[in-house]
């Protein structure tokens, strides 16, 4: 049984637009939580991570929100770019990493 | 430049050979994963290893297992290769704990 649940499974946005996808858990002892972002043919690289005593993380265009009490987590990418065509995948750890089943991102030019 | 690496890249076996897929890094971590992916399941952990001769088992192990002689390398075994097992296979390194995970470039493997 899958310990995070990532939504949605895929989507497209054009260029400049907003990509969110949306992640949940249940166990309380996860205190970790990165995303991953792999292109097609090379494995999953780190790409932005959240620890539960901050509500938001930006880096560059890719923002994290946190909400700790609905155990929900988000990744946004703003102003989305051709490049950021991936598959993203969001994470929860407590002594390991438990992921997500995954979004496929396509950018639009 | 430390890397993690993975070989073969694609291998094609029939049910019920036995399989060995590498994986190498030199980042000299103690702790390495192996993860399988399949289209609607994301990632799921086989085994893990938190430093020489220590192994776990993961969510999905059965079919599988692995060892650790040394730090760089963890050597993952399907004991009888079943068309289930059909999959890209990566192996992943940390230097502990929730430390950042590297990953290699993936093994797709085809059981017929």
């Known amino acids: 049984q899958q310990q995070v649940k990532q939504s949605p499974q895929s989507l497209i946005v054009q260029k400049g637009g907003i990509s969110i996808i949306n992640c949940a858990y249940e166990?309380?002892?996860?205190?970790?939580f990165p995303w991953y972002q792999q292109f097609p043919g090379k494995g999953p690289a780190l790409l932005i991570a959240?620890?539960?005593?901050?509500s938001e993380k930006k880096e560059g265009r890719f923002t994290i929100s946190f909400n700790k009490s609905a155990k929900q987590f988000s990744l946004h990418i703003m102003d989305s770019q051709p490049g950021d065509s991936a598959t993203y995948f969001c994470?929860?750890?407590?002594?390991?990493?438990?992921f997500g089943a995954g979004t496929t991102v396509t950018v639009r030019a | 430049d430390a890397e993690i690496t993975q070989s073969p890249r694609h291998k094609i076996t029939e049910t019920g050979r036995q399989v060995t897929l590498a994986c190498h890094q030199t980042w000299n971590h103690n702790n390495m994963f192996w993860y399988r992916q399949d289209l609607g399941h994301g990632l799921r952990l086989i085994h893990y290893?938190?430093?020489?001769?220590?192994?776990n088992k993961g969510e999905v192990s059965d079919g599988y297992s692995v060892s650790r002689s040394n730090t760089e390398d963890l050597p993952l075994t399907l004991e009888s290769a079943a068309s289930s097992q059909t999959s890209v296979y990566f192996c992943a390194s940390a230097g502990g704990g929730t430390d950042t995970q590297y990953f290699g470039p993936g093994t797709r493997l085809t059981v017929l």
């Open positions: 166990n309380t002892a996860f205190d970790y």
């Open positions: 959240i620890r539960p005593d901050v």
């Open positions: 994470a929860a750890a407590d002594y390991k990493l438990s």
């Open positions: 290893s938190y430093g020489v001769q220590d192994t």
